[in-house]
């Protein structure tokens, strides 16, 4: 085992787990490529028992990726223990079990009422039993930093001993700090004879904002496996961000206890911008614009004296070059003219790997774009993609749409849409013509949804930009807490379409998420 630190991403599992975030097979079969791309270590691909999509997904990932290991959820039980060892299978010695059992005192009491030697010879168990099914395999003590410190090193001297070649310390919560964390993981390393015999991983949540910050100061105690997510998405607050983590191991590499110049991990950094937009886009999260590293202000200096100083020498203001994270690789616009082969390569460079069916709905609707704007960027393209894949698979499919609105005017949307080539047509009025479309589609589809966020951006520069619109739709009972909103995503020059076509995308997406029982 390298003394690089290994990123374990997990944007596909506890990515996913936030509200919104939910992925289809296509789009998770997107984001794994491109964290291949990125050079992750191990990508948790899914919890292979919670449902059919989710054990799809790990399944079709751990065929399609050759270069990460792939890792399937499961608590300690033998049923969730045996899908995954099922759907992690096409990777061969590449897949991996991650077993989870929790170990704390409040957890131990009231979640799952069992004593300090049940916990113990459950996961001795379900090590034991995923060890006879796979050679990799993780355990995690969940919430293991609000576990008693010696109890926690004998659950980790016990499973190591049963197999677990990786034991992970998660701070579930998000409580701990980082003098905190660097104690326990220091006290592993000096307390559990065995400790050598696996990797220690960690596993921080953002709930105070110090997910990154206590990764890395287990690193600096000598854990060798970081878990987060990309932009750090994630349940509640987030994941640590591994783009973060793996900046600031490569900028201060003497600081986590690298020699300087030495690289820390196995990323291709220059793919990190390119790998947030993938996430953002095929899960619907936005990047906040001042993120660090993959934000659009990340690298913008807008006072006068930076700029001067960046100008006279770049890192007086820049402790980054921008390039080596994968900005400013920009290339000449794409118009009406350019060909299909030209699209279909640009397409890739963005990585987006489409089959040809998929590609001619991207091309039509590519053709229509250009007709209305002169050039079609980069953004454009993506946006065009996630749009028409996500129209061209949808059982509802989006015909016109007209709407009389104005400041005199009661604001009224005619909206025709096909299903199994039959048209429907309806009208509805709304407090504005965006809310207009959205009655008129629930009109036709029935689908009664309830908007709870809506957000416009222009994809490219210029007053013929494209806008695209995400939203969060509520479907069903909303007083339901439990039920997760829905997300989708519309793109054309026009905003009250965009905005149609990203409610239909909700729409559709809810009722492939009821077919699926998701
Ligand atoms: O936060 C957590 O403890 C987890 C475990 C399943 C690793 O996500
Ligand atoms: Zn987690």
Known sequence: MSDKVQFFDTTLRDGEQCPGASMNLRQKLEVARQLEKLGVDVIEAGFPCISDGDFDAVYTIARTIKNCRIAGLARCVENDI??????????????????????????????????????????????KLAKSLVSDVEFSAEDASRTEHDYLAQVVEAVIAAGATTVNIPDTVGFTT???????????????????????????HNDIGMAVANSLAAVQAGARQVEGTINGIG?????????????????????????????????????????????????GMVVQRSKAIVGENAFAH????????????????????????????????????SGRAAVKARLEKLGHTLSNDELTHVFERFKKVGDS??????????????????????????????FIAGSAALPTATVT???????????AIGNGPVNAC????????????????????????????????????????????????????????DVIEASARAYLNAVNRNITFNQLGI
């Open 417 to 427: 849409l096909v299903k199994d080539d039959e048209e429907y047509t309806d009208c």
């Open 235 to 283: 349940e509640r607050a987030g994941n640590t961000a591994i783009e973060e983590c793996a900046m600031a191991l490569s900028t201060r590499p003497e600081a986590f206890g690298f020699a300087p110049g030495e690289k820390p991990h196995n990323l291709n950094t220059r793919e990190i911008v390119k790998t947030s937009r993938v996430v953002s886009r095929m899960s």
């Open 438 to 493: 959205f009655k008129a589609i629930d009109r036709i589809t029935q689908a009664a949804g309830e908007l709870v966020d809506y957000n416009v951006r222009a994809t490219s520069i210029g007053q013929d930009a494209l806008g695209e619109v995400s939203v969060k739709v509520h479907f069903g009972d909303c007083d339901d807490c439990n039920a997760k909103p829905v997300s989708g995503k519309g793109a054309a020059t």
């Open 82 to 127: 045996r899908k995954a060892a099922a759907a992690v299978a096409p990777a061969g010695d590449r897949g991996r079990i991650h077993v989870f059992l929790a170990t704390s005192p409040l957890h131990r009491e009231f979640k799952l009422k069992k004593s300090k030697e049940e916990i113990l010879q459950m996961a001795v168990e379900g090590v």
């Open 373 to 402: 704007k002169k050039f079609v960027y980069d953004d454009d393209l993506s946006s065009i993609v996630d749009d028409s894949l996500s129209t061209s698979n949808g059982v509802w499919q989006l015909k016109s749409i007209q």
């Open 302 to 337: 807008s006072s006068g004296i930076h700029q001067h100083g960046i100008l006279a020498k770049r890192e007086t203001y820049e402790i980054i070059d921008p390039v080596e994270v994968g900005w400013g690789e920009t290339e000449l616009p794409l118009t009406k003219h």
């Open 178 to 204: 980082p003098s905190e964390y660097y104690t326990i993981i220091k006290y592993l390393k000096d307390n559990v004879k065995n400790i050598d015999d696996a990797v220690i991983s960690v596993h921080c």
